[in-house]
């Protein structure tokens, strides 16, 4: 069945380091890409997405990659801040239209 | 703000009990799907109402139902409940059936004693 896979958790950097975090996936047919982050306390909030191979998603300096060749969708942004930290969710959705997300990578950005 | 509202925020209640959630689509979304989140089980896809209609399962217990009335709020209704079942239950609402994009309620956050 579909499925996506990130990368573990917690990943901890400093403020206006370069961050990427590992996303891939299995589908049958051509799924639609997410990125989803949870602060704490709230709810998801749609970061960004993509559509179809060779998409970029882009928002608030965060970036992701529709890469059908490898099945990934890695997240990066050139320079976190502490206002970043967070709970990074990558998520499919295919066929029905469900969502299918990744286990969830928390961010701790330090001053 | 995703402009989808759900109540209560916090629920604690005792095993055995019966609880509804209840969730309010953005203005012109037809579709709902409920999801719950537990740190064993992660975020995982619990059903999904369109227009009134129930449209897609996952992974729901017998003991959980959902429905969506013809206002398009939706309501999760868990019963015989289990310290198991304590999560963050969260609602997503979407145009239609078939719109790509969800859009998620700040969740309720179920406590189960």
């Known amino acids: 069945g579909d499925s996506v896979t990130q990368m573990e958790g917690p990943v901890t950097l400093s403020e206006e380091a370069f961050l990427t975090i590992n996303c891939t996936y299995t589908a049958t047919g051509y799924p639609s890409l997410f990125w989803y982050v949870q602060y704490p306390g709230e709810g998801l909030q749609l970061l960004l997405k993509?559509?179809?191979?060779?998409d970029k998603g882009s928002n608030k300096g965060f970036e992701a990659t529709y890469r059908k060749e490898t099945t990934s969708f890695h997240l990066e942004k050139g320079s976190v801040q502490v206002s970043d930290s967070a709970v990074y969710f990558c998520?499919?959705?295919?066929?029905?239209?469900?969502?299918?997300f990744g286990t969830g990578t928390r961010l701790k950005v330090l001053a | 703000d995703s402009g989808v509202t759900q109540t209560p925020k916090h629920l604690i209640t005792a095993t055995g009990q019966r609880v509804t959630l209840r969730c309010s689509p953005r203005?012109?979304?037809?579709?709902v799907y409920w999801y719950q989140q537990s740190l064993d089980q992660g975020l995982q896809f619990l059903i999904q109402?369109?227009?009134?209609?129930?449209?897609a399962k996952g992974n729901i217990l017998e003991r959980f139902s959902a429905q969506q009335f013809p206002d398009l709020h939706s309501e999760l209704n868990l019963s015989s409940l289990e310290l198991g079942d304590s999560a963050l239950y969260f609602c997503?609402?979407?145009?239609?059936?078939?719109?790509?994009?969800?859009?998620f309620g700040p969740g309720t956050r179920l406590t189960v004693l």
């Open positions: 203005s012109g979304d037809l579709s």
């Open positions: 993509a559509t179809k191979a060779d």
């Open positions: 109402y369109y227009n009134g209609e129930e449209r």
């Open positions: 997503a609402s979407a145009r239609t059936a078939s719109t790509d994009t969800q859009y």
């Open positions: 998520a499919l959705s295919a066929g029905t239209y469900k969502y299918i």
